[in-house]
């Protein structure tokens, strides 16, 4: 998998959009961006997940660069309950799962 | 959507003994799932790749003898940790991926086991 850089913390109001970049300048044609997140004491959830296209679901919105080198995960509107460790992992489907040291996002009312 | 179900959540042993840990995929067949660690205010760890009828894939560092893993159904992989010591005190995590799911389709995690030798 390709090596992911995000920053170590990020703060956001509630009810605010939340954005959190990821950087991932070495990404293979075949791996695609995946977003997961870790509320403290339980295991990872799957949030979403895109290869070049900006991608929306329940959950949040994916935007990719067009050269793919980066991307930001959308919050529309953060609750206290998306205080949370955000992973971005670049990944082709295939291989493991490796997970780097993510962005803590903390809501605050 | 894909559930995975890890068990016991919280488990205390006292040192020396063996703990199991069971996680199974409720609606969906897995060949291959995934077992985690993660100490506090670490990110996870890879241990190893869990293999339906094979043998599990461990990652380098982690002792195969100490963490038994056991894939025997499409939907149901094992962890036991041996003579377990304080320092395996952790969080264990598994998770997989559909057999039949499409490329690219995210990994489902288990909640976790909160290990606690003492």
């Known amino acids: 998998d390709a090596k992911t850089t995000q920053p170590t913390s990020m703060d956001c109001a509630e009810g605010r959009a939340a954005n959190l970049p990821c950087n991932h300048s070495?990404?293979?044609?075949?791996?695609?961006v995946y977003w997961y997140r870790q509320i403290h004491s339980q295991g990872p959830q799957y949030i979403i997940h895109?290869?070049?296209n900006n991608e929306t679901n329940e959950m949040a919105s994916l935007i990719i660069t067009e050269d793919r080198k980066s991307s930001t995960l959308i919050l529309p509107h953060a609750t206290l309950r998306d205080t949370a460790v955000y992973y971005c992992i670049a990944h082709s489907g295939y291989s493991t799962l490796t997970f780097g040291k993510g962005t803590m996002l903390l809501v605050s009312p | 959507g894909a559930v995975v179900s890890q068990h016991p959540s919280r488990v205390i042993c006292k040192s020396g003994t063996s703990v199991k840990i069971e996680c199974r995929s409720l609606?969906?067949?897995?060949?291959?799932m995934f077992w985690y660690r993660q100490f506090p205010k670490q990110s996870l760890m890879l241990m190893a790749t869990s293999n339906e009828g094979s043998k599990a894939t461990y990652e380098q560092g982690v002792e195969k003898d100490k963490f038994l893993i056991n894939h025997a159904s499409l939907t149901l992989s094992t962890l036991t940790v041996t003579s377990a010591h304080p320092e395996d005190s952790s969080f264990y995590i598994c998770?997989?991926?559909?057999?039949?799911?499409?490329?690219?389709?995210?990994?489902?995690f288990g909640s976790g086991t909160r290990l606690t030798v003492v």
């Open positions: 998770s997989a991926r559909p057999t039949l799911g499409r490329i690219g389709a995210g990994y489902t």
């Open positions: 070495t990404i293979s044609g075949n791996e695609y």
């Open positions: 609606d969906f067949q897995a060949t291959t």
């Open positions: 895109g290869l070049k």
